[in-house]
């Protein structure tokens, strides 16, 4: 049954969402309760614009079982996607929960972002920095507190974040030489380059 589902998730990355139906059509005849299969059926009405299916799926998927996190995740991307926020994030709440969940600090992302919609700077930032907790190596994450903060008049946390995201992108570059001698990504120095007129913009403005 496992298989199944899991095939049934390949070809819904492959965007193949009739084959996809067809092997999740048969995790749901070994198992008519096959949250993974039910909930990743949604994802199919989903991809195919059937919206009212789709719903229907993912609550069913958390009706039989309230704690599967992926299924509740699946539930709150979707409810993103059709800009009902508050509801997506509460989804993204509840999922995150869940502190075996391999994919946590995306949880905390994902409510950074539902927060954001909702104009809502503080809670993003919250969100974004327990994501940031979770996992170190997230430099878009860093990148998005350093808009915020900048956003909020607060220049030394916003410097604070920059600075941590000049010393990521440094070892991203550092560890590129070392694998291939000569490469250097183009597209990272010249984003520093950029961030750093930015940032020195900011300085001037915070010194009024």
Sequence with gaps: MTTYVQLGLAYIEREDYERARKHLGRALDLNPESVGAISALGLVYQKEGESKLADEHFRKSLEVDPNFTRGRTYYGAYLYAEKKYQEAFEQFKLASANTAYESRSQIFTNMALCSIQLKDNASAIKSYEKSIRLNRDQPNVVLSLVGLFQEE????????????????????????????????????????????????????????
């Design 153 to 208: 008049g607060d220049f030394d946390k916003a410097q604070s974040y920059f600075n941590h995201y000049l010393a990521m992108v440094v070892i991203m570059v550092s560890v590129k030489l070392k694998v291939k001698r000569i490469y250097i990504s183009l597209h990272w120095l010249l984003e520093v380059v950029i961030l750093s007129i930015t940032h020195i913009y900011w300085l001037l403005v915070s010194k009024g």
